[in-house]
């Protein structure tokens, strides 16, 4: 497809110039925000693009946590960049204020995971080229569990045995829904509905769903008869684990380097499956974002299209940071790598509607509470549900305070 690239640079030199002679300092610019660690692979990719197409790419390194703030004050002035490298999670803020156009990926969409470009949907429109996903996945102590179990009551039944020794069968993350997801969606629960194609409803409250109450009592009861410690952080999960007095958990790719500097013994698989059928880990996506505001979103999007969206310049994204590629074509070099991207096959994506920030503390408060007297689960879920309906009473007053009982995403 380069020499559609090639024809639309023409006319937008032919353009600049009025038909007549093109200096060098005319030519076309597309200026890109990214990381550190995206930024250098980026930058001699530009070097490349402007050899060949007679394009200039600005790359620009910002630390990832400071693009999205950055681009919400300057890109109306005219002062941001064309295209930023970033989280699909930002969607809501910047899609709701008229930050960002959509990326037609529709000639692309076999060549990747289908659950990162669902991640960049935002009310039917896709906002973004995704390279990158980032989940969770089961990790085991082989010598302690030599076979993955296929579903929760496994885990159950192994975690009965392994109490005999002392050993906790299973550690989860204290107050953090995100990584309990997978068992949520396992028991046929939800946090919103979800439409192929059209992304989250936030009006169909899924958190007193009777999958979500089943998936915490589940989690719950393993805690209450001593096969699951509770309120543990992150390093205090991966210690339990090293250390051999836990065996299973559910943690991201960033556990990799911690757990390979000890000498646990661990394998990774995909989550196991519950009543609900195959758990669906939530899925965060990186990609490519066009500003609304950029000086040729035409020239921005064909750049993302001819350019980036091809096996060569994946790989080498991949290879940057060895995160799970949304690209089906990398090569992956690594087991580990590859078990978070078989798990991300049926990942769910995390939600980037704005109102995220309310469901995030109801949610946590009702984990927190169900792990801690499974006995008040339903009505614990049901306070839950009813705040986050409460919230959104504004942009869905037709189901403010109402059972909602629709299906879970699947």
């Known amino acids: 497809m380069k020499h559609k690239l090639a024809g639309l640079v023409l006319v937008s030199l032919l353009m600049m110039a009025g038909l007549g002679v093109v200096s060098a300092q005319d030519a076309p610019t597309l200026t890109i925000w990214a990381d ?3 930024a250098p692979t980026l930058q001699s990719l530009g ?3 402007a050899d060949e197409y007679g394009v200039d790419l600005v790359v620009q390194q910002i630390p990832f946590n400071d693009i999205r703030g950055q681009f919400v004050q300057t890109a109306p002035t005219g002062e941001g960049p064309d295209i930023l490298v970033g989280a699909h999670d930002w969607l809501g803020e ?9 990326v037609d990926v529709s000639d692309i969409a076999d060549e990747m995971n289908p659950n990162a470009i ?3 949907t935002y009310s039917g429109e896709v906002y973004g080229l995704p390279y990158a996903v980032d989940n969770v996945a089961f990790f085991r102590n082989v010598d302690l569990v030599p076979e993955a179990p296929a579903t929760w009551d496994e885990v159950r039944e192994i975690s009965e045995q392994l109490a005999e020794d002392g050993i906790y069968g299973y550690v989860i993350q204290h107050r953090d829904p995100w ?3 997978s068992v949520v969606s396992a028991f046929g629960g939800y946090v919103f509905g979800f439409e192929e194609g059209e992304g989250y409803n936030p009006c169909d409250v899924g958190l007193d769903s009777q999958g979500t109450i089943d998936a915490y009592t589940f989690l719950g009861n393993l805690a209450a008869d001593g ?3 509770l309120n543990l952080q992150q390093e205090s999960m991966w210690s339990l684990f090293t250390e051999g007095e836990a065996a299973m958990m559910l943690t991201g790719s960033w556990a990799l380097e911690t757990l390979r500097a000890s000498d646990v013994n661990f394998e990774i698989s995909a989550p196991p499956e519950g009543p609900g059928g195959p758990a669906r880990p939530f899925l965060s996506a990186r990609g490519f974002m066009i500003s609304s505001f950029a000086n040729d979103p035409l020239l921005a999007q064909t750049f993302l299209m001819d350019f980036v969206a091809n096996d060569d310049v994946m790989q080498a994204l ?3 940071e060895h995160r799970p590629p949304a690209w089906n074509n990398v090569e992956i070099d690594d087991e580990a790598v590859a078990a978070f991207t078989e ?3 049926t990942g769910a994506p995390q939600p980037s509607i704005p109102e995220m920030g309310v469901v995030w503390d109801s949610w946590s408060n009702q984990m927190e509470l169900c792990l801690t007297d499974p006995a008040s689960c339903q009505a614990e879920s049901e306070l839950a549900a009813s705040q986050v309906r409460q919230a959104i009473g504004d942009i869905c007053p037709a189901v403010e305070g109402e059972d909602v009982t629709a299906e879970a995403d699947s």
């Open 36 to 38: 550190e660690i995206t």
């Open 47 to 49: 070097e490349e693009f």
């Open 94 to 102: 910047l899609v709701v204020n008229g930050l960002l156009t959509p």
């Open 118 to 120: 669902d991640a960049f």
């Open 179 to 181: 990584h309990s997801y």
């Open 227 to 229: 096969l699951m410690p």
């Open 318 to 320: 991949f290879d940057a």
């Open 343 to 345: 798990a991300a096959a």
